[in-house]
């Protein structure tokens, strides 16, 4: 159980335009949704903490205007990045916390977005 | 506020090494303390936790002791495998900041 999936696996965006990314828990209800960004030294950073029916939580540094989290129900979030230059190329991933279980998160897959 | 330091990598060993990777951390409160596991294209995983001060986290072979004394979590493995080749992530989690913490990361590579 605590299948967490990714769309799109992988998707390649022109500079300036949107990409949206989803995220779903397949078999639980997650109450809280967490986005995080993975730099080329492997280094894991947390982007924002979303609840379900609720504006995500940044953190200091991301923009929240380039990052659009919503967290529309207790199975989906969604990350849009807005207005995509190169330096916005990364790997995406995003993991669901079920209950405030000490932390047990059940991460996505991954997405890797390439800006050219 | 909470931090997670993990040893320099990329560790390379030879299968059916013994492994070591170190885990220190700095935190309010009372943590609990994570290893995951992240192969090649792939999102993380949870390999083992322990909730509490002496409890032993274990999974595939692995294992790790949460020593409060020393503020560590090491992970060991005993033999590992080509299979186990991957990058380990140290993290910790507290009420308080209600997110985990993660460590920089250790690739580990195993070989032939």
């Known amino acids: 159980g605590a299948v967490v999936s990714q769309h799109p696996s992988r998707v390649i965006c022109k500079s300036g335009t949107s990409v949206k990314i989803e995220c779903r828990s397949l078999?639980?209800?997650?109450?809280?949704m967490f986005w995080y960004r993975q730099f080329p030294k492997q280094s894991l950073m947390l982007m924002a903490t979303s609840n379900e029916g609720s504006k995500a939580t940044y953190e200091q540094g991301v923009e929240k205007d380039k990052f659009l989290i919503n967290h529309a129900s207790l199975t989906l979030s969604t990350l849009t990045v807005t207005s995509a230059h190169p330096e916005d190329s990364s790997f995406y991933i995003c993991?669901?916390?079920?209950?405030?279980?000490?932390?047990?998160?059940?991460f996505g897959p991954g997405t890797r977005l390439t800006v050219t | 506020g909470n931090s997670v330091t993990q040893m320099e990598g990329p560790v390379t060993l030879s299968e059916e090494a013994f492994l070591t990777i170190n885990c220190t951390y700095t935190?309010?409160?009372?943590?609990?303390l994570f290893w995951y596991v992240q192969y090649p294209g792939e999102g993380l995983q949870l390999l083992l936790k322990?909730?509490?001060?002496?409890d032993k986290g274990s999974n595939k072979g692995f294992e790790a002791t949460y020593r409060k004394e020393t503020t560590s979590f090491h992970l060991e493995k005993g033999s590992v495998q080509v299979s186990d080749s991957a990058v380990y992530f140290c993290?910790?989690?507290?009420?308080?900041?209600?997110?985990?913490?993660f460590g920089t990361g250790t690739r580990l590579q195993v070989t032939l």
């Open positions: 322990a909730t509490k001060a002496d």
């Open positions: 993290a910790l989690y507290t009420g308080t900041a209600s997110k985990l913490t």
């Open positions: 078999d639980f209800q997650a109450t809280t």
């Open positions: 993991s669901a916390r079920a209950t405030i279980k000490e932390g047990e998160q059940y």
């Open positions: 935190a309010t409160g009372y943590p609990s």
